[in-house]
């Protein structure tokens, strides 16, 4: 199920040149459960023309800030692409509290990290799991994936 929110023109450049930005989710089932996607598009009026597309919901924030576009805002940094987080929650975590202090992330710099912290190895399923080792799947909890679904205008949860 797909969904393409339009949020009306932007003076993205700063230059009086208005761009229209678009904002398109996407909830798909697979076997462990719901995948979350949203993307973003600044383009020119006829969206011939993008000046920003794919991961840039947060520049669009910095233009649009609507109960609407705050919401998916939100979701999208807790959920897009659920099904590929390289850590556990609790790596995760961590790594994300050492970005805050202002670390730029690097693979061997996060692996000194969690080795550091005890966390490169985190239970996952009742076995260790080393960060980075593989793609995890990380449910979206039913009240936010309640959200999605009413957002995109599903009526009744299909997901949830």
Not at 147 to 155: A, N, S
């Amino acid at each position: 199920m797909k969904k393409t929110f339009n949020f009306g023109s932007v003076d993205y450049n700063k230059t009086g040149k208005h761009f229209y930005a678009t904002v398109e989710l996407e909830l798909i089932q697979s076997a462990q459960g719901p995948i979350f996607f949203a993307s973003g598009t600044i383009a020119n009026k006829r969206h011939k023309t993008a000046n920003n597309c794919g991961q840039c919901l947060e520049t669009i924030a910095e233009h649009i800030q609507t109960e609407e576009f705050m919401e998916i805002l939100d979701l999208w940094r807790k959920y897009h692409l659920n099904h590929f987080h390289a850590g556990t929650p609790k790596q995760e975590a961590a790594i994300d509290a050492w970005i805050a202090e202002g670390n730029k992330y690097d693979y061997n710099e996060v692996m000194k990290l969690l080795r550091s912290k005890g966390l490169d190895y985190d239970e996952r399923n009742g076995k260790p799991y080393l960060y980075g080792s593989r793609w995890l799947f990380l449910p979206i909890p039913n009240q936010d994936l309640l959200k999605i679904e009413k957002l995109m205008g599903i009526e009744r949860p299909v997901f949830a």
